[in-house]
């Protein structure tokens, strides 16, 4: 079961990450409503490098629950990856919980479309990806 998990929480990341480079390369398909917005404005417009390296990480995470999950052929997760997997667990359910004005479960704006997705999909898609990074953590 838990390598059903893993794999799930690699191919979700791996997704991501895909999406993220897209949207570096200049795609532009539900660029907008994933940026939080005030007064109908994004808060922040990300750079294209900036967009690649979030990219560059999340595939990187992908790897991280495939190393720690025994998916990838090494010769076990050294205790410091694990580690790693530890923290993005914690960071993931920190980006669900969010900033309480306008990201995650426990925001104060919710009109905007990106505020009802990061309501339906977002969060709880970062809940989903923090335990199954915490199911690769603590397999052992």
Request: glycine share 12%; proline share 4%.
């Amino acid at each position: 079961m838990q390598a059903i998990i893993a794999a799930l929480t690699c191919a979700v990341f791996v997704v991501l990450s895909l999406w993220h480079i897209y949207w570096a390369l200049g795609g532009r398909v539900a660029y907008l409503i994933a940026l939080p917005v005030k007064d109908g404005k994004p808060l922040f417009r990300p750079s294209a490098l900036g967009t690649f390296v979030v990219g560059l990480a999340l595939m990187a995470f992908a790897g991280l629950v495939a190393v720690n999950a025994g998916l990838l052929s090494t010769l076990g997760a050294p205790t410091w990856l694990r580690w790693v997997g530890a923290v993005l667990a914690l960071a993931l359910l920190g980006r669900a919980i969010g900033d309480f004005r306008y990201v995650g479960l426990f925001k104060r704006f919710g009109g905007e479309p990106f505020a009802r997705l990061d309501t339906r999909v977002f969060s709880p898609l970062c809940l989903l990806l923090a335990a199954g990074v915490a199911a690769t953590v603590w397999q052992g």
